[in-house]
């Protein structure tokens, strides 16, 4: 095992080298600042993105407003803005300290994605985006419509006749899955859904009932994604989501940001110099949380500080950014199995365009234990009442890994932040769980209750 080759070194040269993968490649709960980290003017001078590219996109997601609300009832009161509540979660911040003995400073919120109307988890902003991004490529091209006109008009039955005779093709663990088949088919779109081994039943039952076609494979999640890229690719109808490389969906995900910053100000949450906000991001990989992460950056600079949480068993974006290869190295070729129950992280390589843009951005990566999850998630119903699903959980024990964790107090010194965390703002991104089965949700609780012991 030792002398394996992995992009180019042996895996004892990459252990000493990077002394954390010891532990990494033993499951052990790890805890990585970034090394590479500089301020954001300097990360981002040479991006090719930026502020007018999310901005596009929000400006994008208003026109279809009207679409959304007419199409998803459950979005009228929102006016056809999909977006969640932010929350202050008090009681499950006290439990964290109780069971860590780690006092939390400053307050924790939960981001909850998790209630997103249409498809409950984060992937219904950067998956509904793009699908929403290619509807109108198309309809503009066709002559349907112009850029003014009332976007609604995308209910229509001739809109869907139109679309019928186009398809759209994704390779997902689940969720992503979920929402391009549920935005996909109201459209009028033939759509296709590549699942994963790791992908839950329910979650193909769902899509089926909405007549989405759902492939199923043996293989993980990379695999599932070259396979659906070269089917696609057959049919020059057929448009395939890149979720390893799509900057719309990127960009679909940055959006939260500009919706975030209102939220904060209408609670009169300041984040400056002197109040510093920490952003925990369950990571698969890496786009909803890079997406994110790189819109957070654009309205607070480097006074938010965004930390991405993976599973013990796939740390693909913390093997990625370590050794800086990105997607050139996988986690099962250092013989980790990318076995989790967080099946929206079930993955072994990361996302290189997320990588890249990001490598001097991300503050840091933490890993997550499944018992851990299971046990955040059995506390959060007990705690708050909020169902989430196991994914969902990473992004919580982040508060108490910043504060507890050696390497983590160490970013907290190098940055000057020591002394200002009776001022930050804590805000767990609660990716996923709403649309999760009664019966699924009561084993899941069940889990978690045993696994507390
Ligand atoms: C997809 C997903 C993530 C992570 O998003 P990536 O873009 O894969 O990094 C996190 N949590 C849940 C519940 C998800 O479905």
Known sequence: MENRIVAGKTIRQWMRELPLLENMIRTEEVFWPNPNICSFDQATRHLPLGERDVKEAEERLARFAPYIAKAFPETRDSGGIIESPLIKIPKMQRYLEEMSGQPIEGE?????????????????????????????????ANGLISIEDDYAVFADEEFRKFFSRYSLVVGSTGNLGLSIGIIGARLGFHVTVHMSADAKQWKKDLLRSKGVTVVEHLTDYNKVVEEARRQSAEDPASYFIDDENSIHLFLGYAVAALRLKQ????????????????????????????????GLKLVYGDHVHCFFAEPTHSPCMLLGLMTGEHDRVSVQEFGIDNRTEADGLAVGRPSRLVGKML??????????????????????????????????????????????????????????????????????????????????????????KRRQG
């Not at 219904?124 to 699908?131: C, S």
């Not at 930050?424 to 699924?440: L, N, R």
């Open 263 to 294: 939220q904060l100000e209408d609670k009169n949450i300041i984040v400056d110099e002197d109040h510093p906000l920490f952003v925990y991001l369950p990571c698969g990989v890496g786009g909803g949380p890079g997406g994110v992460t790189f």
């Open 108 to 140: 924790v919120w939960l981001k909850c994605d998790s209630h997103l109307p249409i498809s409950g988890s984060i992937k219904a902003r950067g998956g509904i985006y793009e699908v929403l991004k290619h509807a109108e490529d198309l309809a503009l």
């Open 359 to 448: 490598e001097h951005v991300i503050s840091g990566v933490y890993t997550v234990d499944d018992s851990t999850l299971y046990r955040l998630l059995a506390a959060m119903i007990d705690t708050e009442e909020i169902r989430l699903e196991p994914s969902a959980l990473a992004g919580v024990a982040g508060p108490v890994r910043l504060c507890q964790d050696q390497a983590a107090r160490m970013y907290l010194e190098q940055h000057h932040l020591t002394e200002k965390m009776n001022k930050a703002t804590h805000i767990c991104w609660a990716t996923g769980g709403s649309m999760v089965p009664k019966d699924v949700m009561d084993a899941y609780y069940q889990e978690g």
